[in-house]
Every structure is written in structure tokens, then in C-alpha cells.
């Protein structure tokens, strides 16, 4: 594929590393279209998938101006355990204060389960040490570092040789950090990767925030090498290109906070397909959106109301604590690959075991023998014998139907029966999470339409809207790499945050906005230095509020100038909202002070739709709810400004695959999008 011209263009590439394929989004900024690409995903090298697939782009290098990526590479480390050995420096009496955690049981619906296990801490016991120093709560240091004694111990853990990175977490140092840093820079002369934890979290509870000092360790070496080696192959195709990493908050990182923060990118990939959404919002004014992102491995279901990101302040990843600020993402192991099976008592069961890219679906034709979601779509019709996947791939409707009859037989139903059987499940497991992210909090989905991405959530996106009560589901434009379409529309972003925990009054709220001034300051520094133009960027002001008494707190945005009774009735209100009440008699504290600082980039432009012959290109055979019909099949591209199609009918392009079910009609929208609404 070659993007050259007679006149020269310059180009923005947005890259959604993922489980099974590695997308790329070729965005010509001179000419505001967009290309895309998309090449199996390489899970023990994922840098090489990338470079391979810019180099399937055709793009010169030198036309390159902006890379920007989303990537699973920490999320993997994490999930599957396979980040680094970790040393854990601590205060003398917390050696263990990561590993007993809170007095809560931190998985949900495990109270009652008699065979829980606490998921294992990431630093073995053996590789946590404890010092002689100490800071009050106050801030003052009541115990001073021996230098010598900790240089003894770095050459100890450095002889060693299995130690990869050091973890830095020591008592009250959100108060003063200046024991951590002298701690750090001992611990530098012998190992090339040191994390303290005020850098990660500096704020108030000690578990918290030795658990992101110890996770942002972990993945640090991996995340180093993966960035390096990417770093490296952009630098050596052009020094002028701009690199990237989309960050779990939906804003990008610069190459140096992911190599130093690199939990920070633990929710890269599913943040960028959010962003892209809140991008879409603004431009159709379709602002409340639940999006729906199934790729080949999972599926990411997210809340957009009014455009805003749906953003929290702690999240778990197979049990372990991230209290920093990310979206508010819930992921389950339903995608394309996921591998059905019997369980021990005979119940069907679909993932979270995924065939991936390799050897993938037995419709890949590449060795899978075992049925999966994709296999059930290609004996079901909807996706059709000989189509092109991402112009990867080529569907193999009878390998497909082999695997699904090898399961079909046992179970005493035919392949056709089979393969609903799957479809049903997974849009059960999928459905559910939808309803966790929007009944279960208090918003009615009749209010939002489901916007659905990824190569597979076209797929299946109306029956999840039937399951739920949307009333329309949407299809972006390049659906099977929006998510990489969408780290090119968010901005570079850092955030900082101090702990005051205090009454809040009028000298509370005079004292945060000092605070407030050199945090902002501490960021117009971090961009410059990293060569962003601060002139551009604009900050935001947050308060970490709660009630007295209370364990936990509400993130508020704090307009300029607003003063204790604005604050107090920002903070009530959305307390009410949450919970239902107000407790006016308790008095308010002010938690934390944290500030956000955005540098916004060229956001691209959506093309404007071409229309095309308005005719259907083919029909097959397609079974849904156990009925065979013969459904139009379209050709995206072929869609025109006034045409309505009714289901069932199929439209297909490169990226993805969407079925109208019986009972939908589908047109499109004024950026290309299309809009399926119940007839």
C-alpha cells in the first residue's frame, strides 16, 4: 500500500498495539483523509509488529511528522506476571505493608468465596528491606539515612544479579521526599532502573502508594526495552518524528514519562478508543455514548456522558491496586479469538482463553483447531467464506465449521446450533458488562447510544443494544482501528497532586491555591523540558474532598475563583449524586490538591463522507436466531448520503465486519458514521 502524491503530504500515525492485531491509522494531514492498516500482532516481540506494520504503510519516513501509540506491553506484564524481579527499600516496620493491604477484600465478590486467595504482592518477601530513617507526619525527619549502610546494600542486591529494578517507598514521604531521594540516588549508582514513590503517587496512605511505586518497578524494565527499541526504529527512520504513548488517563506521554512511568500506560490501548469517542461525540453532537470496543482477545466497555472522559481515581488489574488517574474502563475476556469449551459439570463456557494472532481462529487457516467466536460468525454467515480480514487474513468457512461441529457433536447439537450457542454467551458476558458500567451506576442506557469498534463489535453490537435497551447502536468510521485512530486525538497531559488534610475553610482554600500554582509550575517545567511548548498549555484545578469520618474521597474539578461555599456546594452535589444523600452536619476536609496540565496537538479532522454507487455488491445466506435469510451484502464504500438499509444485511469493509439484524435499519451519519437504530 503506497500513500505517495504528486504534491507532498504530511502525515500523522495513530498504532493500537493489540492482543491480535497491531492497527495502524495513516492520517494525511494535508489532504484530511485516512488510510489504514492492520498486521498480526506479535506478542514475545511487540516493537517488531510495529515497525512492520509502518513499514506496510508505504509512507516515506521523512513525511512523518507525528507517531503516536496505545499498547498493551504493561497491561501484559502485569496480567500475566512476567515483569521484573523488584527490590522493595521501606521503612524499618512496613517490610509487609504491600502484601497485607487494606482491611477490604480488594476483588470484587470474594467476600463470601471460602477458596479466595489474595493475589500474590509483585515483590517477593525475600527482596523487601527495611532501613533505619524516619519522617514524622508532619514532614520533619526524625531519622536520617546512613549512607553507608545503603550503599552496602545496593552493592549486596547488585552482586546479586537478579535484581532488575528497585522500588522506593518509605513512611510519610508524600510530607517531605527528601529521604526517598537520597535513598534513590545511592540506589542509581548500581542499577540502571530506580522508582520512588512520591514521583509515582505522592499522596497520603502507604499502601497505595507503595503499591504503584512497586507496579510502576515491575513493568519499568520491560516497558524500557519495548520503548527503547521502538524509539530507535522511529529515530532511525527520521530524527524529525514526534513519538508518543497514549496514557491510561486518555492523554499522551512523552517517550520520557513512559520510560519512567510506565504503569501509567497500564489502560494505553483502551484509552485511545475512548478518546476517539469523546472526539466523535463533539463532531455529530451525539454526546452520552457507551462504548464498545471487542477486539481479538477482550472487550473494553466505557461510559462517555456529555463528551467528558469517564475518568476514576484507583482501578485493579487481576487484583492488584492502581490509584492513579486512568479511565474508567471495565474489560472482560469476550473478543474474536475467545476459545469455547465444556467446563468440568458440562456448561458451555466461551474464553478468557483467546487463540490470539497465532495460531488464531481455525478460519485463520494458520493451525487452530479449537472453536471460537469468530468460527461461530463464519458458520453463521456473517462473516463470509474467502473475506479478507484486515488484508491479513482470509477466512476459511471450512475449517471454521469443522472446529464448531468437533464441539457441536458431544453436546448433542448441530454446527449451526453450536455456533449460536457461542454468539449467545458472549454477548451475555459482553451485555453484563455494559449493565456494570451504566445501570449499576445509576444511568439509564435508553439515554446513550452504543458505540461499537474493534474488528468484532459490529459483529454483535445491535444484540447487545437488544439486551440492554439502547435504542441505537453507532459504527465509526475505519471501526477495526478506531481505537488507533484514536491516539491521534488527545492531548500531551501530566497531572500532580499534594496532600494537605485539612478542614475546609477560607485559609484552606488561600493555602491550596499556593499549592495549586507550583504544581502548575512543576508541570510547565516537565513539558518544556521535554520539548513541548508550554505556551500552549492549560491547567486544570482539582480537589480530593470528603466528609468527615469518611475513608474515602470525590475528585472535583474547582473553577477559578470559586470559594468555600462554591467548593462545598460542588462537592455536596455530586456526593448526592453518588450516594443519594447529604450529611450537612459533618463538615468537609480537603484531601488532596491536584492540578492537570494539557498541551492539545492537532486533533485530525474527520473526512467528509464520498458517496458511493448505493447498491448492494452480493447476498448470502446469514442465520440469526435460528432462521436462515438471505441478506444484501454492502460494501462500506458503496453506501450513499440517503440509503437505508433494513435488516438482516451485512456491510463490509477492510477493518470489520457489521451485521443489521432483523429488526434494525441502518444510515449514515454526517461524518461517514453509520447509525443503526430498532425499526
Known sequence: MSFSAAAPSRYAIGIDVGGTFTDVTVYDKTRASIAVVKVPSNRTAPNESVTAALDKTGVAPSDIDLIVHGTTVATNALLERRGASVAFITTEGFRDVIELGRTTRLVPNTLYDPYFRRPAPLVRRRNRFTIAERTEADGRISCEIDEAVLDALARNLAARGDIEAVAIGLINSFRNASNEERTAAIFRRHFAHVTISTRVLNEMREFERFSAVAANAYVLPVMARYIGLLIDAVKARHKGTSFYTVGSHGGLLSSRAALTEPVRTILSGPAAGVAAAVHLAEATGMRNLITYDMGGTSTDVALVADARFPLRRETLVDGLVIRLPQLDIHTVGAGGGSIAAVDGGGSLQVGPESAGAVPGPAAYGRGGTRPTVTDANVALGRLGAGQELGRSLRIDAVLAKAAIASMAGPMKLSTLEMAEAILDLAVAKMAAAVHEISVARGFDPRDFALLCYGGAGPLHACQIAQEIGIPQVIVPPVP??????????????????????????????????????????????????????PRRLVLERQFDLRYRGQAHELTIPIPDGAGQRDVVELFETLFEHEYGRRDRNRGVQLVNVRVVGRIAIDAPVWPAPVDGAGCPSGERTVVVGGQLYVSPVWAREALAGGTEIEGPAIVEEMSSTTLIPPGWKLRRGKVGELVIVRV
Open 480 to 533: 477495526g482501528a478506531f481505537s488507533a485512530f484514536g491516539a491521534l486525538c488527545s492531548a500531551l497531559a501530566k497531572d500532580r497532586a499534594q496532600t494537605l488534610l485539612c478542614g475546609l475553610d477560607e485559609e484552606a482554600i488561600e493555602r491550596a491555591a499556593v499549592v495549586a500554582a507550583t504544581l502548575g509550575e512543576m508541570i510547565r517545567e516537565e513539558f518544556a523540558s521535554e520539548g513541548a511548548d
